[in-house]
């Protein structure tokens, strides 16, 4: 899951990686968007698939590393917004989200195309930067 925060707070995922892709690179771009200690948003235009399968060593690594980082993933990560044109594949998405959300401590939202997946990110970071001076 390539990370590229260039464009923070929006920080763009892709779930298309290369065999010999290193998962550390990813901890270490999402410790480095942390440390700026401002809300951010994930996005991805390439929602996982079914093939998409990590190792149990990868999943054990992943667990250890999301309690480490509990707080951060509640506080500063406001959502993950996965842009989906299809309506079907964005409704099958909808009870993984469930699920998705205990998990990684943070919601995911659904966008059909990139404008709307801005529009929810904006309100997002909007909302947040508004509670924050309230």
């Known amino acids: 899951m390539p990370l590229d925060n260039t464009n923070f707070p ?25 440390k700026r200690g401002t809300p951010f948003v994930i996005l991805t235009d390439n929602a996982p698939t079914e093939e998409h399968e990590h190792s149990q060593e990868e999943k054990k690594r992943t ?3 999301m309690k480490k ?16 044109p ?4 964005r409704m099958a998405f909808k009870p993984f989200g469930l699920a ?23 309100k997002l970071l909007s909302e947040r930067a508004g509670s924050a001076t309230a």
């Open 63 to 65: 667990v250890l590393w």
């Open 86 to 89: 299809n309506t079907a594949k």
């Open 100 to 122: 998705f959300a205990k998990f990684w401590g943070y919601p995911m939202r659904l966008a059909s195309s990139r404008k709307e997946a801005m529009e929810i990110a904006g």
């Open 10 to 34: 929006l920080v763009w995922m892709s779930y298309v990686e290369e065999p010999d892709h290193d998962h550390d690179e990813d901890f270490e771009a999402l410790e480095a968007s942390f």
């Open 69 to 84: 980082h509990k707080a951060e993933l509640r506080t500063l990560v406001l959502a993950m917004i996965v842009i989906e």
